[in-house]
């Protein structure tokens, strides 16, 4: 089951289009800086973009820092919340449960579809920023090390390790998006309410987090520790919030992925 | 083949089935009448274990459902409610999705399956285009062609003739004819009473969600015990069967009388002329009628 979900992803033309159109946003950003070299400041704009004028192979990770906040979770938000909504509204769950496939093979072929996406999302965004930060941009340090956000120098080897963390904290934060968003599939008639459902709770989650009065709530909001990934990237190593990040995304994944296994493999069928 | 006892199903106050209690045997060509909301495809939804039943017990191709969906499905083909499919893909590029779904798949045959699938439903000339573009009744018989992919041994079919011209109709009736003739059974449900006339052996009535009426359609269409006899000879014939006529309308002569053939005999006999003669036998719209109104004032 799980090979006929990811050969209807790969098949799907709006998979490709939606990795293009996330693609386009940091390329366009590239393009402009290369064109104008204008960057932030150090310390302001996205994380990471100061650096890359300076050092294009740096990009990629500026890329994904741009990506990750908003088009990444829209496009998990759409993707996931379709999963078992957008079969039922087709016609096609029925047909998928009497052949029979078991309510939660479904449920995990439909989620690893949606990691498989946001895998071929995050790669394609890495290598085409790849290709765009060592073309168009400051390729300064040619020698063998990096510079950490700290300021202080980071080998290659140490620079990969780094990123390779930084990716998995992320797909671990978009596993947390995907599993909001296949619960609400579960629970309502129409793919398009799953996944708006899904993004008022992030928006409502960003709001929060910029209210003082919503202090209590702020260590248990989703997006609280989503761009913690940058710390992995201090000198030593800051832990904690990528810790709590982690601990805070494994319960939203456990609570959510539960409640959809409960809800779906009780529920009539009945579109 | 199937068996249910006391299924019922309520969603919320709602009684959607109540106490339904079906036999299908092997061999059946079973028709399952009811009028639209009756509760026919909260039944079916049942018996293939999309809709979990309040109470009762359901038991297909002799285990019990839902519970032993994973031996009794996949040698079920099933419609319900109309075709779904993925309508960017091709007819053929869907089978190929839902066979290679769940359990059993069989890879190697599977090609061929979908040739065989595809000509038994008259969609062997199908080409690339997307489903998107299938007219209703093209869509109609690739979701019989879904059904008939793995060969199997009961069919579950809801409305199966929904949207077909009488040309299709006819063709599919035909198709499932001879396969109830090659030995598989047919679970059949529908609206339409000439249609259930014209194919079933068994028809259950669903009224209301109650099952009003299970019997063998030869039975439910048994004689009356009344000879209908047309004769421009009304007067002759009239005085001959005086005190046996139930009613005349025009050259139409409703005798009691149930030898047919000793009518015939006298009538001839004394110079009357017969243009039709015949035993008067229930009509399937007549029974189902009676037994849904009778449930109706049950209420």
Not at chain 1, 74 to 102: D, H, K, N
Request: glycine share 10%; proline share 5%; aromatic share 6%.
């Amino acid at each position: 089951m799980i090979g006929v979900e990811l050969r209807k992803l790969l098949w799907s033309r709006r998979t490709w289009v939606t990795i293009l159109l996330i693609d386009a946003l940091p390329t366009l950003v590239g393009v402009l800086l290369a064109v104008t070299d204008l960057g932030p400041r150090p310390g302001t704009g996205p994380a990471f973009l100061s650096a890359v004028l300076t050092d294009g192979t740096l990009f990629p990770l500026a890329a994904l820092a741009i990506v990750l906040p908003l088009f990444l979770p829209i496009a998990v938000a759409v993707t996931a919340g379709e999963a078992i909504a957008g079969e039922a509204q087709q016609g096609t769950l029925r047909y998928l449960l009497v052949r029979p496939v078991g309510r939660t093979r479904l449920l995990v072929a439909k989620l690893v579809s949606v990691m498989a996406f946001v895998v071929l999302t995050v790669v394609v965004v890495a290598a085409t920023a790849y290709v765009v930060g060592t073309l168009l941009l400051g390729s300064d340090s040619v020698s063998a090390g990096t510079t950490s956000v700290s300021g202080s120098g980071l080998s290659t080897q140490e620079m990969a390790l780094r990123t390779l963390l930084a990716l998995a904290y992320a797909m671990l934060c978009m596993l947390g998006v995907a599993a909001i968003a296949l619960f609400l599939s579960t629970v309502v008639r129409s793919p398009l309410s799953a996944a708006l459902g899904t993004m008022g709770v992030l928006a409502t989650s960003t709001v929060l987090l910029t209210l003082d009065a919503a202090h209590l709530l702020q260590p248990y909001l989703p997006t609280r520790y989503w761009l913690a990934f940058v710390d992995l990237f201090r000198d030593p190593i800051l832990w904690r919030d990528v810790e709590r990040g982690v601990l805070l995304q494994v319960v939203y994944v456990v609570v959510f992925l539960g409640a959809a296994w409960a809800n779906f493999m009780t529920k009539d069928i009945t579109d | 083949m199937i068996r249910t006892e006391g299924l019922t199903k309520h969603y919320g106050r709602i009684a959607a089935v109540e106490d339904v209690g079906l036999e299908v045997r092997d061999g059946d060509v079973y028709g399952f009448l009811g009028a639209n909301g009756s509760g026919k495809t909260t039944t079916v939804r049942m018996l293939l274990g999309l809709v979990l039943p309040t109470s009762g017990s359901i038991e297909v191709l002799g285990r019990s459902m839902p519970g032993s969906g994973r031996e009794v499905l996949p040698r079920i083909g099933a419609m319900v409610e109309g075709p779904g499919f993925y309508p960017q893909l091709s007819g053929r590029a869907n089978l190929a999705v839902f066979d290679a779904s769940g359990p059993g798949r069989d890879r190697p045959s599977r090609a061929g399956r979908i040739d065989d699938a595809l000509a038994q439903v008259g969609l062997d000339g199908v080409d690339r285009r997307p489903v998107r573009a299938y007219s209703l009744g093209m869509r109609q018989r690739l979701g019989l062609a879904a059904a008939l992919l793995r060969r199997p041994r009961l069919l579950v079919l809801d409305e199966p003739t929904n949207g077909l011209d009488p040309q299709g109709i006819r063709e599919i009736r035909r198709l499932l004819l001879d396969l109830n003739a090659a030995g598989t059974t047919v679970f059949l449900s529908s609206h339409l009473l000439t249609e259930i006339e014209q194919m079933c052996t068994r028809v259950g009535v669903l009224d209301r969600g109650r099952l009003v009426l299970q019997d063998q359609l030869e039975h439910l269409q048994r004689p009356t015990g009344r000879t209908v006899v047309r004769t421009p000879d009304t007067d002759a014939a009239l005085a001959l069967l005086d005190g046996h006529v139930e009613r005349q309308e025009g050259d139409t002569i409703w005798v009691r009388a149930d030898d047919p053939l000793a009518l015939n005999a006298s009538l001839v006999r004394v110079g009357v002329r017969v243009l039709e003669l015949g035993p008067e036998r229930h009509t399937l719209e007549d029974v189902v009628l009676q037994a849904a109104t009778a449930s109706g004032d049950r209420r």
